[in-house]
């Protein structure tokens, strides 16, 4: 019986939301999907952050993820845009949490240093790295679809460091 973990990997936007899956054997990454949620922009705050949840979910339930990763806000020079972040993020991190998943976050620098080797990367640098690791993965990938999986594959390298569950008790 072989022992692969499904893991998820979130890039938090209020405009869009990226996920990426991967699944992890030993050392080995395979691609299994990704995408880009994208709330309308005319809709009022809390249904698009409603929007992004119930998305999310199905997202989950389609492919049973075992566990997830988020990326942290950056915090701008805009109060109210890191704050509408935050709450995009919120919303974001709830959908894996009530599927019973604990949901690890990383710092931006850290999944670029991870992903790239250099914390300063830009997102076509990410981008080209993604690629190269998940080369299964769809050319036409969106940024944010490729900075979820950079995330998933963030937390692939760092999960056995963290000692992580598969699933919340």
Known sequence: MKN?????????GLRRLGWGLIDVEGARLSW????????????????RLLHLFEALSAVIA??????????????NMN????????????AAMLAPAKAGM???????????????????ADKEQV???VRRLLPKADAAMKADAAD???????HAHKRKMNGLKRRLA
Do not use: N
């Open 148 to 154: 979820a999986l950079a995330c998933a594959i963030t």
């Open 32 to 47: 299994v999907a990704h995408g880009v949620i994208e709330p309308p922009s005319d809709l009022d705050l809390s249904v």
């Open 79 to 90: 109060p109210s845009s890191t704050l509408k972040l935050g709450h995009a993020r919120a």
């Open 62 to 75: 389609e492919w049973t993820p075992d566990e997830a990763a988020i990326e942290e806000t950056f915090v």
């Open 4 to 12: 692969v973990v499904r893991i998820l990997g979130l890039d938090p």
């Open 102 to 120: 604990r949901v690890a976050e990383y710092a931006a620098l850290d999944i670029k240093k991870s992903v790239v080797g250099a914390g300063k």
């Open 127 to 129: 981008l080209f790295m």
